[in-house]
């Protein structure tokens, strides 16, 4: 017995076929790749939110800043301009003993601004 062939596809068909199943996973792709992004996209602007309070508390912080130390910051009483190096001079001060009242100077004008006076007694 012989058996009977069903005619199969002619190439032309299959190659249609082929491209037809190319052509939708390229668009299924696409769509899960959009999805994916549009999945994304909260997250991408909560990031931008984010960086952006972050960038502006920054910006406040170096603005006010200087303005506030220069506010607190101690003074010279005759020529009213602000002591630098405070730190430095507290951490001298906290380290050393003097045994006589020494003048702290003004930098700029040179005056006694006070007499530090840590004159520890010797047992």
Request: net charge neutral; charged share 20%.
């Amino acid at each position: 017995m012989t058996e009977a062939r069903q005619p199969g596809l002619t190439f032309r068909e299959f190659l249609d076929s082929v491209q037809g199943y190319w052509g939708a996973c390229r668009e299924h792709d696409g769509h899960m790749l959009l999805l994916f992004g549009l999945a994304l996209l909260p997250l991408l602007i909560a990031i931008e939110f984010a960086l952006l309070a972050i960038s502006l508390v920054a910006i406040h912080i170096l603005w006010n800043a200087r303005k506030f130390y220069r506010k607190v910051a101690p003074k010279c009483p005759t020529c009213k301009s602000t002591m630098r190096d405070v730190d430095g001079l507290m951490m001298i001060m906290g380290l050393q003993y003097v045994e006589r009242p020494t003048p702290i100077h003004c930098m700029h004008c040179e005056n006694v601004i006070v007499f530090w006076n840590d004159v520890r007694q010797q047992s």
